[in-house]
């Protein structure tokens, strides 16, 4: 995107609140380096809004959106066409328009998983380990099924939240607190889907000092938070011999997949990628 002009097309983001997106960064970068006439802008939608907010991109006719909290889960009522995948999920992050109205889908199972599937593990004997049951885990656990793992332990601070959210799929086991000691040396992929670590509290942990030293050589680390980069789990875990992932990759991947899904086209991924640590000065 050189110049806005009246045959621009418009993508973008909807949210609330939507200041902290890094998306527009990530797809105006990869828009103009295809040199295509497109768009990305962001859409602050307060939640009693949403229904006008989708009529009114439809009569603008903007291209598509990607959905962010609080928008997720309730936009899904309000679509003519939802994927198996994001009611698989129970949320949706990508929103397209087709003749019949808005389309949906998820992209964060995908994006999560793309940086687990180069590894190449035996995942079909793997029993991963979540952390915390949020908006977040329900498209990792949806990954973690989809790679074939056979039981999928998650472990959340409320034990009726914990049940409700393992209740929504077979492979999910809830475990309590108390067994993270034993579950933690049993592990070969740890994923936190909580916020703790997350910017401004870098130097907070899911897993204390004493806990931390029961990761496992050589298992994964997959920390859903994008900042700060690396966090204070992902560096602990790396001094235990562990392989860390980063919530960037995860980022970056759902991003490049909706916008292939709106561009019908490949996308570039490392563009993408670059223009996020830049931005956040990594
Ligand atoms: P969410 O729906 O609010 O879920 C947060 C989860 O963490 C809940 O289970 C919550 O439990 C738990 N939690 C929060 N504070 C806790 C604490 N102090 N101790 C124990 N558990 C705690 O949020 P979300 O949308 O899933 O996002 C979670 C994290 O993932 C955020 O850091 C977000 O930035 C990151 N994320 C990254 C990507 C990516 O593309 N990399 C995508 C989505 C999310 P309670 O319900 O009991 O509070």
New binding site residues.
Partial sequence: MEIITGKTKLLGVMGDPIEHSLSPVMHNAAIQALGLDYVYIPFAVKSELLPQALAGLQALGVQGFNVT?PHKQTIINLLSEVSPLAQQVGATNTVWLTPSGWAGTNT?VE?FLTPLRKLNRPWSEIKPLVL??????RAVVVGLIELGCPEIRVI???PE?LSSFAANWSQVRAYPTTSLPQLLRETELLVN????G?YPHGEQS?LEADLVTLVQPGAIVYD???TPNPTKLLSDSQKQGAIALD??E??VN?GAIALEIWLQSPVPVEIMRQSLRNYLGL
Avoid: E, S, V
Wanted: hydrophobic share 35%; net charge positive.
């Fill in positions: 909290i964060d994006g915390g049951y949020g908006g977040a885990a959340g601070r409320n939240k889907t909580t916020p703790i997350m899911p859903l938070i994008y919530g960037l995860m980022l759902q």
